[in-house]
C-alpha cells in the first residue's frame, strides 16, 4: 500500500519492552515503502484479505466501549497492518478540556498487525476479527481510499463520540467504497438513545457513567436510527454478522465470510474506584442538608456559611454544564440539569451571605424553588444522572426552609 508507515498507536510511558518494538517500528519505515502497491494494479489481490476488528472493553475510562479498527493483508507482499483511527495523546495541552469541548482531533495510524494484536493482550482485551466478502475492485478501492487517508494532510479528524469516532470512520471506509448496497436484515427503524446504549458498557463504572450523564443533553434521550447506533464497536460487529451484499445478479451474500478471535482474553474486571455510588453520596448530602436544618431550627439561627458553601459547590457544578451548551457535542446542549445546577448562585453568594448575616431576607430563596421545580418537570423529558433527584430533594429543603425561617424571624 502507497504510503503506509508504522507507528505506535498508545504509548506506554516507562514500558522499556514497548519502546523497544516502536523503535524497530520504526526502522522498518522504509520497508513498508518499498511495499507500496500501485493504486492502478488489481493483479493479485485475490492474497488481499481485509477485515474488521472489534476490541473488548477496556478499564479505562477512554475505553470502557471497546474499539474498532481494520485488518489489511496481503500475502503475496507480505502486508499485515491493522489501519486505527483512534490515535491520541495525552500529552497534548489541556486533553481533558478539549475533549469536554468536543475539539479534540484524533489520527488515523497504520500499525503492523502483530503489534497491534500484542498491544491488546498486553492489556487484557479481547481482539476478534470478521473477513470481508468483497471483490478485487473494492478491495482495489478500499486500499487506494485507506492510500489517501493516511496522506499527511488527511489522516487527522475532529473526533466526535457519537457521530466520528473510529468505530464510524472504520465502517465508512469499508462500506462507503463497497460497490454492491449492504443490508441489515431484521433491522429496526428505531434503536435505544445514545445514553441508555453507553449504558450498557458504564454500568460497573459509576462515576464514569454519572460523568457522562451530567454532561450529556436532551438530545442523547432521542432514539437512535440503525446507522447511529453503530458508534459502538460491538453494535457494529453484530450488524456485519447479519449483514448481506446484494449482487448484481440478484443474490444474495453474507458481508461476513469468516469471523474468528485472534486475541482471547478474559473480560476486563472494573476497578476498585469510589467504593461509594453517586446516589449514596446524594443521599449523604441530603442527610447532612436535614441536620442543618433541624440545627437551626432548635437554635434558631442562621447558618448563613452552609448556605454559602452550597451555592458556591452549585455554581462551580453548573458553570461545568454552561459551558457545554459552547461544546461542538452536539449531544451536550439542551441540558435541563442547568436548572438545578447552574452558574447564578455565583453571581448571589456574596449578596445572599451579607444579607442572612445581617438578619435580613432574601428573594434569591424563592428563585431557587421555582428552578428546583421546573427541574423536576424537565424530568419527563431527559434522563438525569444518578442521584440528581435526591440532590434536587436537598437543595428544594433547603430553599423551603430558608423561606420560613426568613419569613418568620428575618426582616425583609
Known sequence: MRNMRYFCTVKLIGHIFTLLVVAVIMLNVSEIHASALNRADTTGLDSVKISLLTCSPGGEVYSLYGHTAIRYTDYRRDIDVAVNYGIFSFSKPF??????F???DYEMGIVPFDYFCMEYESEGRSVYQQELNLTREEKAAIRDAI???YLPQNRTYRYNYFYDNCTTRARDMLLGHMSRAVSYPGGKESYPSYRDLIHLYNEDYPWARFGNDILLGLKADMPTSLGEHQFLPFFLKEDFDKAVIANPDGTRTPLVVRAACVVSCPAVAAGGGFPLRPLACAWIIFAV???FVVLEAVLKTKLWAFDAVLMVVCGCM?????MMFFSEHPATSTNLQILLLNPLPLFFVYRTAKRAKNRRADKFWKWAVVAVILFFIGGFFQQYAEG??????????R???NIVYEKKYLSV
Open 95 to 100: 486533553f481533558v478540556v478539549r475533549f469536554i
Open 102 to 104: 468536543g475539539i479534540t
Open 147 to 149: 492510500d489517501v487517508n
Open 289 to 291: 442538608v436535614a441536620a
Open 318 to 322: 453548573g458553570l461545568v454544564i454552561f
Open 388 to 397: 440528581m433527584y435526591v440532590l434536587a430533594l436537598s437543595l428544594l429543603a
Open 399 to 401: 430553599c423551603v426552609w
